[in-house]
């Protein structure tokens, strides 16, 4: 008999949907159906289903085809290059469970690494501000039970988070929000016409690449102040009439993503962001978020923050403290920069997702990726190690684009043989302790450990 | 034909994260990702016709795509190639020292290729760090 699993997370975009139905066949090898997911979280289950999904490590051979090997040997591979090498990367974590970006830890401490995840190329100037300027956020619940007016800065949920309107934003009706869409009002400002602007109230659709000017616009108004009769593109008026939406509001909520982030101006655009939203506070109650991609990489900022004080970019090479200066310790600088000799992708697509003059320098050193499946990181990779998905055949911790922690389960059973990210980041750190004559270092607290089996007995020993 | 000069913006869609679960090598990857949304003022300005291919130059490298009218509009100046392979041929490198790639915001020229093919996502890429084998 079929199964039929209730309230999965669904391992794709930042909001880490939690009300995912799956059928799986009664062996739990194979997933028959999804229900409640959108297009694109379908297509993720069910793409666990493809019976070519690599179930051994392949290294490249001198002749440039792939060659599959052992575990055993691609772990003792990747632990003698990351050895050798004076500054290696560790990239990625777009798409893997805490666990692994906890066990991940311990390789770059070991190897004197440079730990960064995909924050670097999305909301990593996001963090900037953050530092610089705070971040009065809420949870997504809050923004469902009580934001009037909802504000898109640079984001198209419709596209990129395909049921975060319909969940925590526009539609849901939620304890102060009883009449739902009817009782909110929406504004987009994108230079575009998305999909999601076709839902807004008002559509600001400013000048491309004039988010700054826009948000000190919507300041100097909201300070009683007069401003030019056109900024970024748009009249007086409708700024004027957008500042007086969100003024009124009971609660406003201020969503911002990559039209902020991507374009000039960078961790400014934000700052400017979240001291718009500190004005609002003066008038109203106003909370800002930003619309993290994908369903765990807020979970690497957590996790890193706590074991290193810095959520990405951070520099382990040094070996006595982490370091972290974006621009200098981020991952497309230092690739354009020549300043790694050794490339680790874990759980994301440099090959297809940094501009291809990084991926390029690159390429120049040992370029090893971990990954379910295959992908460009993985067709130019000279070892490229297969795991198993979190989300789908691995359960785990996530942090939802709110930073709310959510336990992902499992659906299916794993591959035979195919280990997950935790437990092959464990064996690699035991192998470079193995080849450094020292001693593994085993938190006590993960009693619950699936690898090795026998801590106690690493422990005393 | 002339060369029109254009602000390029790279960002997601719902169709390039579909095809992209589906696998990068997919064929639903390859049509989602591999074309560049266009006003119609533009396309005409630079002679270009609807589904042929153009090509894309920017600070930093061209690249071949299918020009469509823009599914979500996109006023004139401004051209979109969804986030993926293909745009990322084109994406500058520089960061304003927050390690963030110009995905968005960034010049680029836009001309009718009619002759030329569109490569796969594969031949871009293995063929950047000169791993490609098959036919160009």
Redesign the interface.
């Known amino acids: 008999m079929p199964k039929l699993i209730t309230q999965v997370g669904c391992p794709?975009?930042g909001s880490s949907c939690d009300d995912i139905e799956v059928v799986v066949s009664d062996d739990n090898k194979k997933i028959l159906e999804v229900h409640n997911a959108?297009?694109?979280?379908t297509?993720?289950f069910f793409?666990a289903n493809?019976p070519t999904r690599p179930k051994l490590p392949r290294m490249r051979q001198a002749d440039?085809t792939m060659k599959e090997i052992s575990y055993d040997e691609a772990i003792d591979w990747t632990a003698k290059t990351m050895l050798a090498a004076k500054k290696p990367l560790i990239y990625g974590f777009g798409s893997t469970n805490c666990e692994g970006m906890s066990a991940v830890a311990r390789i770059a401490e070991k190897s004197g690494a440079v730990l960064?995840n995909c924050a670097?190329?999305?909301h990593?100037?996001s963090f900037?501000a953050m530092f610089d300027n705070g971040y009065p956020s809420c949870t997504l619940g809050e923004a469902k039970n009580r934001a009037d007016v909802v504000v898109f800065w640079g984001c198209?949920p419709?596209?990129?988070h395909?049921r975060h309107t319909s969940r925590y934003s526009i539609f849901p009706r939620g304890y102060f929000t009883q009449k739902g869409q009817m009782q909110r009002t929406i504004l987009s400002i994108d230079?575009?016409?998305?999909?999601t602007?076709k839902l807004a109230d008002v559509h600001l659709?400013l000048d491309?690449?004039h988010d700054y000017e826009l948000f000190d616009a919507f300041r100097t108004v909201l300070r009683g102040h007069d401003i030019p009769d056109v900024v970024a593109g748009i009249k007086k008026e409708t700024i004027v009439k957008s500042v007086e939406i969100m003024k009124k509001a009971r609660f406003c909520m201020i969503f911002f993503g990559?039209?902020c982030?991507?374009?000039?101006g960078?961790?400014h655009n934000i700052d400017a962001a979240i001291s718009l939203t500190r004005d609002l506070n003066t008038h109203t109650k106003c909370s800002i978020m930003a619309m993290r991609?994908h369903y765990n990489i807020a979970g690497p900022g957590q996790v890193w923050s706590w074991i290193f004080g810095f959520p990405?970019?951070i520099d382990l090479s040094k070996g006595t403290h982490a370091h972290m200066n974006?621009?200098e310790t981020?991952?497309?600088?230092l690739?354009?920069r020549d300043e790694t000799d050794c490339f680790v992708n874990v759980g994301a697509?440099a090959?297809?997702?940094?501009?291809?003059?990084?991926?390029?320098h690159l390429?120049k050193h040992p370029f090893i990726t971990i990954d379910p499946?295959?992908?460009?990181a993985s067709?130019?990779a000279d070892l490229h190690i297969p795991v198993r998905i979190a989300g789908v055949d691995e359960p785990g911790v996530v942090y939802r684009m709110d930073n709310v922690p959510i336990q992902f389960k499992s659906v299916i059973d794993g591959l035979p043989g195919v280990p997950s990210d935790e437990e092959l980041f464990d064996k690699i750190y035991e192998r470079m302790c193995e080849l450094t004559k020292t001693q593994p270092v085993w938190l006590t607290a993960k009693e619950d450990r699936k690898h090795p089996s026998n801590i106690s007995a690493v422990n005393e020993a | 034909m002339a060369k029109l000069p254009l602000n390029m913006i790279t960002q997601r869609s719902v169709e390039e994260g579909a095809a992209m679960e589906k696998g990068k090598t997919n064929p639903d990857y390859f049509e989602a990702c591999s074309i560049i949304e266009l006003n119609p003022e533009d396309m005409k300005k630079a002679g270009i016709w609807v589904n042929s291919n153009v090509k894309v130059t920017s600070e930093c490298g061209t690249v071949v795509v299918k020009c469509i009218h823009a599914t979500q509009y996109c006023p004139p100046g401004l051209a979109h190639i969804r986030q993926g392979v293909w745009a990322n041929q084109v994406v500058p490198p520089r960061t304003q020292c927050t390690g963030t790639p110009q995905y968005s915001g960034f010049p680029v020229t836009v001309e009718p290729a009619f002759d030329e093919k569109r490569k796969t996502a594969l031949q871009l890429v293995q063929g950047a760090v000169g791993l490609w084998k098959g036919a160009n």
């Open positions: 794709y975009c959108c297009i694109i979280g297509n993720l793409h493809d440039g960064d670097t190329i999305c990593g100037p900037l198209n419709m596209h990129a395909p230079p575009r016409q998305t999909d602007a659709m491309q690449g990559m039209g982030t991507h374009t000039d960078r961790n991609g990405y970019c974006p621009g981020s991952s497309v600088d690739a354009m697509d090959g297809a997702h940094f501009p291809i003059q990084a991926v390029q390429k499946n295959f992908n460009m067709e130019i």
